[in-house]
């Protein structure tokens, strides 16, 4: 009888009972923090991009919608070139970690690399420096990644060419 | 799995989604409960301030050992961008399932999808404004405090509910392969993971392009990636010689080699203290119930004056150790006849800002090294690091350490 029940539930709702508590109470528990925040403090009516509730939607859009197809575009093109190859190492994953280093680092440091911040970034520091050497430094630190990638390729290369064929890495081997 | 997108990776699957899941399980906690702790230790200053059932249990944050704020902090800002490149993975290796056709096949799944746009939008959102906050870009608008504590709440309310949906999975999945196997594969012995028959949204592709990558090498990229980041981040808490390693973060630039050549988190010139409001016609007010005592820096400089070695450490992670000689602060609570003090309200020269006053739990007073300096590294502060008279408690956050002290009230009997 209970077997039945809880079967009809679940064909009903989708999961089990539990499943259905721990909803409601997650749900509950953003109810209290959105109205402990306020809803004057989540939405600006004057500067609506300056509104938290935009900038929360925002980051899973950018991610999820930009972030996302662009790197696996950017992804696709680069191992569609690779399909063709008959070079006995794989260049592609000596082009993506150089480059998602750059890409990471990027992420991580924008503001002072693209010289954001302004003001507050002097009045917090006071440093004589401004944010000049930021842009030249990751710059530097781009062309070391792809210059290490570059150079590995290289020695793994000639490695390849001195072994006989048979030996190699080659994709679609068992 | 129902989907309008072909999904070529051979690499996704149960198994690897969980063994970025766990790195984040024990990780993400330590995150979470530093940030909190952080509130905590703003004491009456944190802010936002009203904030409900939504804090740690408080106390009195303590003042041993003198690199606890240093520590927590340190670990906040540092855990949270070393963790970077293992979240972004993380939503890479489930990505399908956010294009999967109908969006929800049930109630139960509709409200999970609610569930998981709290932990994803929650950690992207604390990821976006605390990235932006370390480096001063807040062209966000709002506040960055009320934002990144409530957003890390229901960043934490999706965590626990996920976790708890979905821990019985990620063990299932872990014993269904094996992490030694994997590392010792290579990329062309790479194989999809088995298609779980009864799982139609599984993450295996049906149709998968040919390995470019082994397992093994996707984890030296994701934990290649978080090396980086933390080479390039740990400088600015760890200080000394390992700061010029931070390449692009503020902190870690050179403050020259003086001894008063260190980071500072706000500027005279930002406070509006100037030269005239800190010479020789400045003076320290001390007070306690009806009794005022008026000093000024030489009178203050004919007490007993101590030397200690403190970190001062900023709610954005970095911090900085000195050396810091001053009046102990029980001390000049006793010149206004408080042998025992309770608490202190210390207030600034600064006359706007949300930290130009600081309230000092009894530890923070009575400390033997609790300090209204006068001098740091053998010399008088600088202007910008408070002179004439600065504060300095162990374990204090930064900012709690009032610069540029016009007076300070002292609690008890």
Known sequence: MASTTGTRWSRAYGASGWHL????????????????????ALWDPDVWWQSMAVWFVGAVVLHDLVLFPVYALADRLLARR??????????VNHVRVPTLAAALTFLLFFPGI??????????????????????????????AAYLLSATLYAVRSVRARRRPRAATDLPGSP | MASPIRWRSPLRGPWLTSVLGSVLLVSMPI?????????????????????????????DWPTDPSWLFRLTQGLHVGLGLVLMPVVLAKLWSVIPRLFVFPPARSVAQALERLTLLMLVGGLLFEI?????????????????????????????????????????????????????????????????EPIDPEDPDSLVPTDPDAPTMSRRGLFALVGGGSLLTFALTAGQTIGGPTRQLALLL????????????????????AAAVDAASTGSSWRLSLEAGDTTVTLDREQLLDL???????????????????????????????????????????????????????????GQVTHDDALLALQVNGVDLSLDHGFPARIIVPAMPGVLNTKWVASIRFEGA
């Not at chain 1, 721990?22 to 809803?39: D, P, R």
């Not at chain 2, 970095?318 to 210390?346: C, H, I, K, M, N």
């Open chain 2, 304 to 362: 007993a004056q101590h030397t200690a070695v403190l970190p001062i450490a900023c709610v954005e992670g970095w911090s900085t150790t000195q050396t810091w000689t001053g009046v102990r602060l029980r001390d000049l609570a006793a010149q206004v006849g408080l042998a025992e003090p309770t608490g202190a309200y210390v207030e600034s020269l600064q006359e706007k800002g949300a930290f130009k006053a600081a309230d000092l739990n009894a």
């Open chain 1, 82 to 91: 690779r399909a063709g190859s008959t070079a006995r190492v794989p260049l």
């Open chain 1, 114 to 143: 693209l010289r954001r911040g302004g003001d507050t970034y002097a009045n917090a520091t006071g440093l004589d420096q401004d944010q000049d050497p930021f842009l030249v430094r990751w710059l530097l630190l781009v062309l």
């Open chain 2, 31 to 59: 995150v979470i409960v530093t940030g909190l702790l952080s509130y905590v230790a703003y004491g009456e200053q944190a802010r936002p301030a009203d904030v409900g059932w939504l804090h740690l249990p408080t106390f």
């Open chain 1, 21 to 40: 508590v721990l909803m409601l109470a997650s749900l509950a528990l953003v109810g209290y923090v959105v109205a402990t925040v306020g809803l004057d």
């Open chain 2, 250 to 269: 503020p902190r870690g630039l050179d403050s020259g080699d003086g001894p008063n050549d260190f980071p500072v988190n706000k500027t005279a010139d």
């Open chain 2, 128 to 192: 976006v404004t605390g990235v932006l906050n370390i480096q001063y870009d807040y062209v966000f608008g709002f506040s960055f405090y009320t934002a990144h504590y409530y957003g890390a709440w229901v960043f934490v309310v999706g965590f626990v509910s996920h976790v708890a949906l979905k821990l019985p999975t990620m063990v299932r999945s872990l014993r269904s392969g094996s992490l030694r196997e994997e590392l010792r594969t290579r990329r062309a012995d790479t194989t999809p």
